[in-house]
C-alpha cells in the first residue's frame, strides 16, 4: 500500500444521511472477480441523475467526498472502497461512518475521515457557493482545510499510522508468527474443525 | 469487576494485546467463505506465495449468485458463472473444503454454519459478509468482515481488532400472539438508529429472548449489522446445548462434556457494566415493518406512513422525504392498504425452517392474492428437504407460490430473482435499501406471518387480519 500523508483536491458535497453500501455499488457490479475497474459502478443508480452531484462537470474530478452521517452502512462488500477509489476518491469524510466501512477503507489507503458535523455542513456551503473548491485532508497534521476552514479530523492512531507509513496488514500480522503458533497449541480440542485431518 | 459474554469470549481469543490505542490481535475459530468476497483474497494469497493457514477453520459454499431454478444446468449469467468456478478453482487450489450448487450442504453460508453444529458457543466467527452477525446466536463473537480481512485470515487465521464497546438489549416480558423475532429487531432498529450500535456489540437479554428458539434467536443477531452494531450476542443456554447436540460437527462424548461446561461459563457476569443500555417491553411489540429506504424506518403495521416534516431532525426528515418519494408514498397513509406486488420468504434472517413452518401454516389451504408473485426460498438445501419432507412445498405451490432451491435471491438480487423497476415488495429479509432486491424496487421488510399474511391479501397484512370477522349479534 502506498503511504499517504497529506492529499489536496476538489471536494464533492453529498448531502445524504445513511449513505449504505448498495448505493456506493450496487450488487450487481460484485460478479467480477478482478480488484479494479469498479469506477463504473460507483453511486450507479443516482448517476443516472442529471442533477446528481457526481454529474456537473464542476464536481466530476473530485477525489475528497464530504457526505451525511452514517456513510457507509449496510453490506460489508469492500468494493465500495475499490469504486470509490477506482473513481479517483482518496478521502471520504463524514461525522460518522459504519464499522465495517471504515475498517475496509484503512486496509485500502482510502482516507476515512471523520469531523463534527458542524465542519461538514460549513464545507457543504463552500463548496456549493464555489463549486470546484479544493480541500486538504492531511493525515500528518490531523486538519482539513476547506477556504478559510480548519476543522480537526478524526483518524484514530493505529489506522493513521499503518496509512503514514503504507504498511500491509497480513505483513505486520506475520511478525507476531510464533505468538499464534503458541495459541493454537492452547487451543481446546473440542474447537469445531471442517476438515477431519489437518 | 464481572466481565460481559462479549468481553469473556474477547479475552480467550487475544493472541497478542495491542499497546495503547492500538488493535488487539485475535485468533480466529471459523471462517466462512462464499464466491462474492473471496476472489481477490485468493488472488492476493497467490500473488504473495501465501497458503490457507487453517483448512480446518475455513469452509465454504455458493449462495449469493446462485440461481434458485435449474440448477443442474450450467448458469446462464456468464460473470455469475465465472465468479462461481473462480470460487471452485480456489477452493481446490488451496484445499478448502466447499459444499457447491446442488450438494446437500450447499446454502446461505448463515444458514449452513449452524446447521452442521460449527457454529458454537464462545467462538469467533468471520465471513465476508455483513450478516455474520447470525452466529451471536449462539453466544460466538461472529462479524461481518471485508476482502482485505478474508486474505488476513486465510493468512493468518486472525484479525487485529479494537475491543468494541458493549451495549446490552434487554428485552423483558412476553411477546404478545403474533409478534415475532422480527418484530423485535426491527422494533430495536428503528428505536436506536441505523448507526446507533456503531462501535458496539450489542447483546441480547432478557425473558422475551431466553424463551425464543435457537432460529429465532438467529433472526434477532443477523440485523444487528442493521443497527451498525458489528456483532450481537446471546448467551448460551439449555436452548442452545439442545440445538447443537448430535449435529455433524458439535462436540461428543467427554468432549461434548468439557465443552457445555466451559460455555455455562460464558454468560455475562451480574456485576459487569455495559457501556450503554436499551430496554425493551415485550408486550409492547406488535407485528413491525419499513415504510422507508433504511431498516431504522419501520414503524407498527397499525401505524401509518409518516410525515417527514413531524420527524424533528432535519437530516432525518430530508431522508424520510427522500425515502417516501422512492417508496411512492404519501404521508398518513395507514400501512394496512399498502398494495404489493411480491412477497419474498427466505434470506439468512428468515430462511430456516422454522420460519417456512410459519409461513405455511398461515397459508395453508389459501390462495395468494390475484396478480401478487410470492417466492418461498429455502435458506439451505437441507432446509429445502426438511421442508419437503413436512409438505411444506406443497402447501406453498397448491397456494400458488414459486418453491425455489436455496440461496440468498432476491434478498439482494444478485441472482435473477429480482424485482422489476417500481415493483413492490414485503420481504422476510433484511435490507430495505434503493434497489436492494433489484433496480428500482420498492421493500417492505416484514416477518414470516406478516409476508405470508400479505400474500393472502395482497395489501400489507398480519394473520389477524385473515381471521373472519366476528358476528356483532351471536347467532
Sequence with gaps: MDPVTRHTGVGVPLRRNDVDTDQIIPAVYLKRVSRTGFEDGLFSAWRQDPSFVLNQPAYSSGSVLVAGPDFGTGSSREHAVWALKDYGFRAVLSSRFADIFRGNAGKQGLVAGQLAQEDVELIWKQLEARPGTEVTVDLQERVVLCAELVAPLHVDDYTRWRLLEGLDDVGLTLRDVDAIDAFEQQRPAWKPRTLLER | ?475
Excluded at chain 2, 420 to 427: I, K, Q
Design chain 2, 1 to 475: 469487576m464481572g466481565r460481559t459474554l462479549a468481553e469473556k469470549v474477547w479475552d480467550e481469543h487475544v493472541v497478542r494485546h495491542g499497546g495503547a490505542g492500538e488493535p488487539d490481535l485475535l485468533y480466529i475459530d471459523l471462517h466462512l467463505l462464499h464466491e462474492v468476497t473471496s476472489p481477490q483474497a485468493f488472488e492476493g494469497l497467490r500473488l504473495e506465495g501465501r497458503a490457507v493457514r487453517r483448512r480446518d477453520l475455513t469452509i465454504a459454499t455458493e449462495d449469493h449468485n446462485t440461481p434458485t431454478l435449474d440448477i443442474d444446468k450450467p448458469i446462464a449469467d456468464p460473470t455469475s458463472r465465472t465468479q462461481i468456478e473462480t470460487l471452485r478453482r480456489n477452493c481446490a487450489e488451496f484445499g478448502v473444503r466447499l459444499h457447491p450448487l446442488g450438494d446437500a450442504e450447499q446454502g446461505i453460508v448463515h444458514v449452513v454454519g449452524p446447521q452442521l453444529g460449527l457454529t458454537q458457543p464462545g467462538t469467533t466467527v468471520v465471513c465476508g459478509d455483513s450478516h455474520t452477525s447470525t452466529h451471536g446466536a449462539f453466544g460466538a463473537l461472529a462479524m461481518g468482515i471485508g476482502t482485505s480481512e478474508v486474505e488476513h485470515v486465510l493468512a493468518t487465521q486472525t484479525l487485529p481488532l479494537s475491543r468494541p464497546r458493549t451495549m446490552a438489549v434487554t428485552v423483558e416480558g412476553e411477546l404478545p400472539e403474533g409478534a415475532t423475532a422480527k418484530d423485535v429487531i426491527l422494533a430495536v432498529i428503528a428505536r436506536i438508529g441505523t448507526g446507533g450500535g456503531q462501535g458496539y456489540v450489542l447483546e441480547y437479554r432478557g425473558s422475551a429472548i431466553r424463551a425464543l428458539s435457537m432460529e429465532a434467536r438467529m433472526t434477532i443477531c443477523n440485523m444487528s449489522i442493521e443497527a451498525g452494531a458489528r456483532a450481537g450476542m446471546i448467551a448460551p443456554d439449555e436452548t442452545t446445548f439442545a440445538y447443537l447436540q448430535g449435529r455433524d460437527h458439535a462436540p461428543t462424548g467427554a468432549d461434548w462434556d468439557a465443552a457445555v461446561a466451559h460455555w455455562r461459563t460464558l454468560a455475562t457476569d451480574d456485576d459487569a457494566q455495559f457501556d450503554a443500555e436499551v430496554v425493551v417491553d415485550a408486550a409492547e411489540l406488535q407485528p413491525f415493518v419499513t415504510w422507508g429506504t433504511n431498516p431504522g424506518q419501520g414503524l407498527p403495521l397499525s401505524g401509518a406512513v409518516p410525515d417527514p416534516d413531524a420527524l424533528g431532525d432535519e437530516g432525518q426528515a430530508a431522508a424520510a422525504r427522500r425515502a417516501l418519494e422512492y417508496m411512492d408514498l404519501v404521508p398518513g397513509t395507514p400501512l394496512r392498504d399498502i398494495a404489493v406486488d411480491a412477497v419474498f420468504i427466505g434470506s439468512c434472517t428468515n430462511g430456516r425452517i422454522e420460519d417456512l413452518r410459519a409461513a405455511a401454516e398461515v397459508v395453508r389451504g389459501q390462495r395468494k392474492a390475484d396478480g401478487v408473485r410470492v417466492l418461498v426460498v429455502p435458506g439451505s438445501a437441507r432446509v429445502r428437504l426438511q421442508a419437503e419432507a413436512e409438505g411444506l412445498d406443497r402447501v406453498f405451490t397448491d397456494f400458488g407460490a414459486e418453491w425455489r432451491f436455496a440461496g440468498c435471491s432476491m434478498c439482494l438480487g444478485m441472482n435473477p430473482d429480482q424485482l422489476a423497476p417500481g415493483e413492490r415488495a414485503a420481504s422476510t429479509s433484511n435490507r430495505n435499501f434503493e434497489g436492494r432486491q433489484g433496480k428500482g424496487g420498492r421493500t417492505h421488510l416484514v416477518s414470516p406471518l406478516v409476508a405470508a399474511a400479505t400474500a393472502v391479501r395482497g395489501t400489507l397484512s398480519a394473520p389477524v387480519d385473515l381471521e373472519a370477522p366476528q358476528p356483532l349479534v351471536p347467532a
